[in-house]
């Protein structure tokens, strides 16, 4: 049978405490099977993103060491940061690489989903193509009010998790787990301290104010840098590429007169996304992207395996 391979980008509620990331982390590198490909930590948003690639067992056995840790150090009562959340291990997706189909995933999210919460009591919400109900596809749908307030609502039907008793988690807060298309973090960095405008920007660039289909957004402050950020997600970059999405951005931003200071890819990309962004600003007249030289010898690889 040939090797399965997925992409997990597990999210975890901390972002401020080197001992603490680096003790989460260090499972992810401790497994056969599992490959760390980056991580990421941010002080405003308070959040760590780890992605990995590799076979689905060894992804598990690694997810579990690390949501122990997490447990045992992150306490969602004390918690505050910039980014929406409900748990200390917030959310953890699985996305199909090599090998395996969008269903397998799926399957594979369900499945550990009741697995992490036999093993850490840790309620759990199943979303994007995992979800089992139509209106907890999006992530926001889940997280409304965030941890504050689904700790006090999450014993209504209709916010009750999918896995697990209706309440939450003393200290961990509840999890969400799912299956998805390769996502984008895309972050862009504007000159002014001036919060309302980065939200304005925020929800005139996303899908749910009308904005760019398949990207979400929200504004957050940059304190400790005098700063203002949108955050946005883009779900689906052949559908709206990075380029035409910071576009918008610096068509918003123009208006209240604001430039933008830099753009930050959180995590991992496709080369696909990088590429056709870089031909677009290069203004490059019938490019194949074939003419990069490590992507051709990577397809040249790939052909020689078959």
């Known amino acids: 049978m040939a090797k399965q391979i997925i992409e997990c980008v597990p999210n975890f509620s901390e972002g401020r405490s080197v001992e603490i990331i680096n003790k989460i982390v260090k499972p992810f590198s401790g497994h056969k099977g599992c490959a760390l490909l980056d991580y990421r930590a941010d002080r405003n948003h308070n959040r760590l993103v780890v992605s990995l690639a590799g076979s689905p067992e060894p992804i598990k056995k690694a997810l579990f060491e690390a949501s122990d840790i997490a447990v045992s150090h992150i306490n969602m009562e004390l918690h505050e940061g910039g980014h929406p959340r409900i748990g200390a291990i917030d959310v953890i997706p699985f996305t199909p690489i090599q090998n395996i189909t969008m269903d397998e995933c799926v399957d594979l999210a369900r499945d550990f989903g009741k ?117 946005l997600n883009i779900t689906d970059h052949k559908r709206n590429a990075v380029y035409r999405v910071l576009e918008l951005v610096k068509m918003e931003a123009k208006q209240f007169g604001i430039q933008v200071v830099e753009t930050e890819l959180y995590g991992m990309a496709p080369a696909s996304a990088i590429v056709d962004s870089s031909a677009y600003y290069m203004q490059l007249a019938g490019f194949d992207p074939n003419q990069i030289i490590e992507l051709r010898l990577l397809q040249m690889l790939e052909e020689d395996d078959e």
């Not at 992490?116 to 089992?132: C, Q, R, S």
């Not at 996303?206 to 904005?211: I, K, L, P, T, V």
């Open 115 to 231: 697995q992490f919460n036999g093993a850490t009591g840790i309620p759990v919400y199943f979303y994007d193509e995992a979800a089992l109900k139509p209106n907890r596809r999006n992530l926001e749908v889940i997280r409304k009010g965030q941890y504050e307030t689904l700790k006090k609502e999450i014993a209504n039907p209709e916010r009750a998790p999918d896995i697990g008793d209706a309440k939450m988690h003393e200290s961990a807060g509840a999890t969400i787990i799912g299956a998805r298309k390769f996502l984008i973090a895309f972050n862009v960095n504007l000159g002014t301290n001036k919060v309302d405008i980065a939200k304005k920007i925020a929800n005139n660039v996303r899908a749910s104010g009308g904005g760019l289909c398949h990207v979400k957004g929200i504004g957050l402050s940059l304190k400790d840098r005098n700063l203002v950020q949108v955050s």
